[in-house]
């Protein structure tokens, strides 16, 4: 399984695409096993592609658009979202099912709360 997760030093960045950087974390029957990072100027839509060239099944991020929520969802891709933290924690924590969430999408193209 592979997840995807914006990334800024290390933790999970709170507004997803904003800086274009984005860990992707493999990982095999609940460990994981390997970790890059990638650097992205498209457009937020065509991360979808990148992330399905990547085989990323899972993106865990802390606020994202509900349009890309949608774009993910339609292509099969699981978001979970209200995820914060250092990115390897999040990833175990979503990995033994303990990783507290809630819903959070914004609607706009800005990244203002």
Do not use: W
């Not at 992330?51 to 292509?75: C, D, H, K, T, W």
């Not at 979970?80 to 924690?89: F, H, L, M, N």
């Amino acid at each position: 399984m592979k997840i995807a997760m914006p990334y800024l030093n290390g933790m999970v960045d709170d507004y997803f695409g904003r800086n274009g950087e984005f860990v992707i974390i493999e990982a095999d029957d609940g460990m994981i096993t390997g970790k890059k990072i990638i650097t992205s100027e498209t457009a937020l839509g065509d991360l979808v592609g990148m992330f399905q060239n990547e085989g990323v099944e899972v993106v865990i991020a802390n606020v994202i658009s509900r349009p890309l929520v949608e774009m993910f969802f339609y292509n099969s891709i699981r978001v979970i979202t209200r995820a914060s933290g250092e990115v390897e924690q999040v990833a175990k924590d979503f990995l033994s099912g303990e990783l507290l969430t809630g819903a959070a999408c914004r609607s706009g193209g800005n990244h203002a709360r």
